[in-house]
Structure formats: structure tokens, C-alpha cells
């Protein structure tokens, strides 16, 4: 699969997909401080590595970033953004500080230009731990167990 020019139902399809975490994300959670590392992760179906990226504030516990990025060009091809600010839009919309971006090809250079409200699925954002497991899911990424 060419993954530089990506339709938005070929968007859809990789989110959709099964992906496997190289390695175990880290659950401890400390009510405070900075959060900042890479996973890599890995769609067997359609043979493409990603990674994910954790984030969070080192201040402000209930302000973090969680996004997946395709390893060979690292474009994202899905961030979910927590009370990081008002986005506002290449064509001026305004989109609250809770939002979603998805890669676009038609966004310019910067394919997640564009922020979206969040999906139905993510909506309990009081934690971080919370919003990790909900961007799992609606991503479909999963522990990889090597045989």
C-alpha cells in the first residue's frame, strides 16, 4: 500500500486495521509530571510500522497528546489532542481544545492540519490513562505476544 497519498476511506481502513505494540506500554500513571515516549507499532495486514507517541504536560497533568505516525514518513495518521488550546482551521473554523486530527491529503504539507470534534468513542477524558486505553481501541492497537 503507497502510504503518501492516502484517501480519506483508505484513512478509515488503517484505523480499522489490527496493529500490535512492539513492547508494553508503560500503565504507571504518577498524578503528575512529564510523560514523552515512542512505541513502535506494526500492521501485519497491510505491512506498516508505526509509532505511537505518548505526551503529557509536565505542569498540567489534564493537558497531553496521543498520536500515531506512519514510521517511514512520519506523517500522523490519527492525534487526539486534550485541553491543548482552541485549534483553529486552514479555513478559520474554530475547534474546541478537546479535538481529533486525522491525515488528510488534501491538507497541504501538514496532513493533520485539519482538527475535528473527538469520535462518540472517545469521551471520558478526565485521565490520561483513560484516553490512552480509548485511542487503543478506536485504533485497534493491541499488545504484540511473540510466540
Known amino acids: 500500500m503507497a502510504i503518501f497519498e ?7 481502513q488503517l484505523i480499522r486495521s489490527t496493529k500490535y505494540c512492539e513492547h508494553r506500554l508503560s500503565r504507571q500513571d504518577k498524578s503528575v509530571g512529564k510523560i514523552k515516549d515512542d512505541t513502535p507499532v506494526i500492521d501485519f495486514t497491510h505491512n506498516i510500522e508505526y509509532t505511537l ?9 489534564s493537558r497531553f497528546s496521543i498520536h500515531l505516525r506512519f514510521k517511514i514518513t ?6 487526539i489532542d486534550i485541553n ?40 471520558n477524558i478526565s ?7 480509548a485511542f487503543l481501541a ?4 493491541k499488545q ?3 510466540a
Open 84 to 123: 491543548n488550546g482552541t485549534h483553529t482551521n486552514p479555513d478559520g473554523t474554530k475547534i474546541g481544545q478537546n479535538h481529533m486530527h486525522l491525515y488528510r491529503e488534501s491538507a497541504g504539507p501538514r496532513k493533520d492540519a485539519i482538527a475535528m470534534p473527538l469520535p462518540d468513542d472517545i469521551h
Open 74 to 79: 512520519n506523517a500522523i495518521l490519527i492525534r
Open 144 to 146: 504484540y505476544h511473540k
Open 53 to 61: 507517541h505518548r505526551y503529557r504536560h509536565p505542569i498540567d497533568p
Open 138 to 141: 478506536y485504533t485497534h492497537i
Open 6 to 12: 492516502l484517501s480519506e476511506a483508505t484513512v478509515q
Open 127 to 133: 485521565t490520561f490513562l483513560l484516553v490512552l486505553d
